[in-house]
């Protein structure tokens, strides 16, 4: 197996990636939940994933029943605290604390299904408590930092919002080596990028730039010319850059599926082809991100799951 390139940046989301994987997690029974309201929870945590990531949804739907459920359930817990660092204002950072303490309780109230389902999960697959953590304090991140001044510091927010939801996974799907580390760390900032090429109309109504802005500067760009939302050759350039670096990262993520559990690798290489196409896409309409939202419909992504299986297969 070909090894894995190592960037200084990597280094470092390395080094937080283990802190979070050698911390003590305490052995823990799954709270004593009433079996309706558990499935109710389950239910709810599904639905969310299907409303707001078609992608994520079809990809879990490739894993058994009860692995299944535990990673839109992990999707679910993720999703709320996207929601409210992006639709509650300025009540944002109380409300945030507020769902930290519900997620980790081991006996969330009844009417929080997300909490319920996501208490089952974490004390059923023993994930470490540092990695949901740190995801908390990525998606925090986003009520004090709106620019990012270079790749680098872009890559610590990528770890904190995606690598962690990849590393968490792993304890849902199983893994057969923590060689599968970097992997899991590397795709999770493939997917991050991806999401963040092509939401940058989205994000801008927001008040957030989470392109690198040294890089910006490098092909002759500023903030202004992506309020403008204008395509020309420097944003071509700037964009072919940026799609080639997100491609080659997801490259040296695919030699990790090998090192996961049989029956997680066909859901963990379709999520990826999945979101990839979406880099496709941005290319097929010339790099304009700010007149629509690229996408890859559900045939686009049924029509690739023969090849993905076969891919999985191969791993």
Request: with cysteine; charged share 25%.
């Amino acid at each position: 197996m070909t090894a894995l390139t190592e960037d200084a940046w990597e280094n470092r989301l390395l080094t937080f990636a283990h802190e979070a994987w050698q911390a003590i997690t305490p052995a823990r029974r799954p709270p004593q939940v009433d079996a309706e309201l558990l499935e109710r929870a389950y239910r709810h945590s599904a639905s969310l994933t299907a409303q707001h990531s078609r992608s994520f949804y079809m990809a879990s739907s490739l894993l058994e029943s009860r692995a299944r459920q535990a990673v839109r359930a992990l999707y679910a817990f993720c999703r709320t605290a996207d929601d409210i660092v992006d639709e509650m204002g300025d009540d944002a950072a109380t409300l945030l604390e507020d769902w930290h303490e519900r997620a980790f309780d081991w006996h969330p109230p009844e009417y929080d299904l997300v909490a319920v389902a996501w208490a089952d999960t974490r004390a059923r697959y023993k994930v470490p408590p540092r990695l949901p953590e740190q995801l908390l304090e990525g998606v925090a991140r986003d009520l004090e930092q709106a620019r990012y001044r270079s790749f680098d510091e872009l890559a610590t927010y990528c770890y904190g919002v995606a690598s962690t939801v990849g590393l968490m996974s792993m304890y849902i799907i199983g893994y057969e080596d923590q060689e599968a580390i970097p992997y899991a760390v590397k795709l999770g900032v493939a997917l991050q990028l991806t999401n963040i090429l092509r939401d940058v109309a989205e994000d801008w109504r927001r008040g957030r730039l989470y392109l690198p802005l040294d890089e910006l500067k490098a092909y002759g760009l500023a903030e202004e010319d992506v309020a403008v939302g204008q395509v020309d050759d420097r944003w071509r350039a700037f964009m072919r850059f940026q799609i080639a670096r997100a491609r080659a990262i997801y490259d040296e993520s695919s030699l990790g599926i090998g090192m996961l559990a049989p029956q997680g690798r066909l859901a963990v290489t379709a999520a990826a082809t999945f979101y990839r196409a979406i880099l496709d896409d941005i290319e097929t309409h010339d790099y304009d991100v700010f007149s629509r939202k690229a996408y890859v419909g559900t045939w686009g992504k049924v029509s690739r799951i023969p090849k993905i299986w076969w891919r999985s297969k191969s791993s």
